[in-house]
């Protein structure tokens, strides 16, 4: 026979356990003189600005929030202005790895804090070309990457990279 308060009683038990174990709260409560930490709640988010790089105004160029630095999608653009670098996709996924160095200085990282890389090739067939570039910032140890073809991207450019980095305060 199904004893349903039994079984109830049961997985509360459990679950208070596993908590217990793991220091979670069933409740959302704290154990009396403690404090409740979220390493996410520490630090408000920060949006960061690279001196010398064009934007639009509705986006930064990266946000930093709790240990994680999120990089906008950037293009091999030329100083302040919104001009491509010349040459195709290998000349400017170098332009735009320079850039999102400029980003990571200004958020207080640098390539080696990089995790994550989403790169945009507007022609897949350019792959090749991206790739040689990209290798020579990321020698030894590459992070974990995609790479998405067949995209139509701002100002016409043949790359568009956004990439996750770590941020140690």
Not at 14 to 19: A, E, N, T, V, Y
Not at 29 to 54: D, F, H, S, Y
Not at 73 to 98: C, K, S
Not at 131 to 148: G, H, L, M, Q
Request: proline share 7%; with cysteine; glycine share 12%.
């Amino acid at each position: 026979m199904n004893q349903p308060g039994r079984a109830m009683t049961h997985w509360r038990s459990c679950m208070s356990i596993g908590c217990l174990i793991l220091g979670i709260s069933l409740t959302g409560g704290v154990a009396a003189g403690e404090e409740k930490e979220n390493p996410m709640a520490l630090t408000p988010n920060r949006p960061v600005i690279a001196e010398g790089l064009g934007r639009l105004p509705q986006f930064s160029h990266a946000m930093v929030a709790g240990e994680l630095i999120f990089v906008s999608g950037t293009l091999g653009t030329l100083g302040e202005a919104f001009d491509i670098a010349p040459g195709g996709t290998g000349p400017q996924t170098t332009q735009t790895l320079r850039n999102i160095e400029t980003v990571l200085r200004a958020a207080g990282a640098d390539l080696s804090d990089v995790v994550k890389v989403s790169v945009y090739l507007a022609d897949m067939s350019t792959f090749q070309e991206m790739n040689e570039a990209y290798s020579k910032f990321f020698p030894d140890t590459p992070p974990a990457r995609i790479t998405v073809g067949g995209a139509v991207l701002a100002l016409g450019a043949a790359v568009e990279i956004e990439c996750i980095a770590r941020h140690v305060p």
